[in-house]
């Protein structure tokens, strides 16, 4: 019974929820503190643990806030510099200097790594880059970046480390050493993008390798390779590559390879609806933004301004221009179509004549598409050879791969689209054939067959 009279009454509690009993409010916790004060209902008070837990989490969640914030500021950039821009994406892993420039394979092994990077594929993108690195994979003495393609010329610099490099002779002594610092940090970072062996690595990462292998590969000298088909275009690569490696007796190779300019434009084209999952565009709407675009600028004036503007693209500003205002202006081209530039892509003179302006010329191997399909044998020995690899042969099997093949239904190019982009390309193909023999890079390939085939 006394214990009942001790029960509160459902009033009590009402009451008892209304306003607290306890008078010091300084020592209660805030949930009941809040209580009496509704405006400042939720704000935390520090003082105790669950004031502190609200705290904590208000805090997590403005830092939340504000690194999404970055990310999609990141992102907006990204976008809005396009394809031929820089960014910075290096990692803390990627910004960790090697110790030294042979990878160490566990206690005692080593293997011998160049200090220059072997060999770049350079491009140009969709035009079989996959299937040559492949190749080289299957080569016993050839090493891969860590990432499949490791863009470190496109978006691995950050614009202000780069700019420096690229501005024209810096006097005073500080500049100067400050400039080879900086050469040196980023031929660090360079190397860092192949991995560091150790003996149960395997250069395909699928963890098959035994150590047995790794102690074979001991003191073995081994080569490297980099397969970005995006260091084609941007302006900046080749003169990255030029300011990276001039001064050093060895320089990596530069291998390009390059497809009728209409079938690439599809591909690149193909392989974009099937990423980007977006709404599906008509391809005659990208090519005619793009040739309005590269009018527009300037790039291609027409020879009747009445005529339909993509049967009569003949002309180039080309002798008006400098070659770096050029430059400047494709590349605002790519920035602005957000890499759906894919007609700009096929002007593979434009884009070569970079590479030969910053001395790369003797660096570079020019191969045409076709051929990896008709003489893949003959194409992988340029290959080895260019680099001065040990000779290897590949299984038939490999040799006919097709790989990358984009097996994605779309309808086939319209016949009228692909007549249209011959004409487009006809003057830009001339200028590649007659850019190719200017400097002794033809290679006996019948270029003029090649992009039309
Ligand atoms: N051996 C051989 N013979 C004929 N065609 C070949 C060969 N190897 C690759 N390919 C075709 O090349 C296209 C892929 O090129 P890439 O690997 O350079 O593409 S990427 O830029 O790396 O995305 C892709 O073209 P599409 O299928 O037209 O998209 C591949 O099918």
């Not at 490696?245 to 084209?269: C, D, G, M, T, W």
């Not at 009747?304 to 003949?314: A, R």
């Not at 894919?342 to 003179?349: E, I, P, Q, V």
């Not at 893949?376 to 490999?398: K, R």
């Amino acid at each position: 019974m006394a214990a009942h009279q001790n029960l509160p009454t459902p009033h009590d509690i009402a009451t008892a929820e209304e306003e607290p009993i306890i008078k010091n409010e300084t020592e209660l916790p805030c949930s009941v503190m809040n209580r009496k004060e509704t405006r400042w209902r939720f704000l935390p008070c520090f003082d105790c643990s669950c004031g502190r837990l609200v705290g904590g989490v208000c805090l997590l969640i403005a830092v939340i806030l504000v690194l999404t914030a970055q990310v999609e500021y990141g992102e907006t950039q990204k976008n809005r510099l396009g394809a031929a821009s820089y960014w910075w994406t290096a990692t803390t892993e990627e910004q960790e200097q090697p110790q030294q420039f042979s990878c160490r394979m566990g206690s005692g092994f080593e293997v011998q790594l160049p200090q220059v990077p072997d060999l770049i594929i350079a491009g140009a993108p969709k035009c079989g880059t996959t299937t040559l690195a492949h190749w080289l994979l299957d080569h016993p003495k050839v090493l891969p970046t860590k990432k499949w393609e490791c863009h470190f010329f496109t978006t691995g610099i950050h614009p202000r480390e780069f700019e420096p490099l690229l501005e024209g002779s810096s006097s005073g002594s500080n500049r100067h050493e400050k400039k080879d610092n900086l050469i040196c940090e980023l031929r660090k970072r360079y190397l860092h993008q192949w991995p560091a062996l150790s003996p149960t690595h395997n250069k395909r990462g699928d963890g098959t390798s035994s150590s047995t292998r790794g102690k074979s590969m001991m003191h073995e000298r081994h080569y490297t390779f980099d397969k970005t088909p995006d260091y084609l275009y941007p302006s900046r690569v080749p003169a990255l590559i030029r300011a990276l490696f001039a001064e050093s007796e060895q320089r990596p190779k530069i291998v390009v390879l390059l497809r009728n300019p209409v079938e690439r434009a599809y591909s690149h084209y193909r392989m974009g609806q099937r990423m980007m999952r977006e709404e599906h565009v008509p391809f005659e709407d990208f090519i005619s933004r793009e040739i309005k675009l590269l009018r527009e600028m300037g790039l291609f004036v027409a020879h009747d301004e009445d005529s339909d503007p993509t049967t009569s693209i003949v002309g180039s500003k080309q002798e008006q221009l400098s070659l770096p205002e050029l430059d400047k202006l494709f590349d605002q081209v790519s920035d602005q179509l957000k890499g759906h530039n894919y007609l700009s892509r096929g002007l593979y003179a434009m884009q070569l004549e970079r590479w030969f302006r910053h001395g790369l010329g003797d660096d570079l191997l020019v191969l045409p598409f076709p051929y990896l399909e008709t003489q893949p044998e003959q194409v992988y020995s340029a290959i080895l050879e260019l680099v001065g690899m040990p000779t290897h042969t590949l299984s038939d099997e490999l040799l006919h791969k097709q790989f990358n093949y984009n097996n994605a239904l779309t309808d086939p190019l319209h016949n009228s689209t692909r007549n249209m982009l011959a004409t487009f390309f006809h003057q830009a193909n001339q200028d590649l054939v007659e850019l190719l023999e200017r400097h002794n890079h033809s290679q006996n390939y019948d270029w003029q067959k090649v992009l039309v085939e």
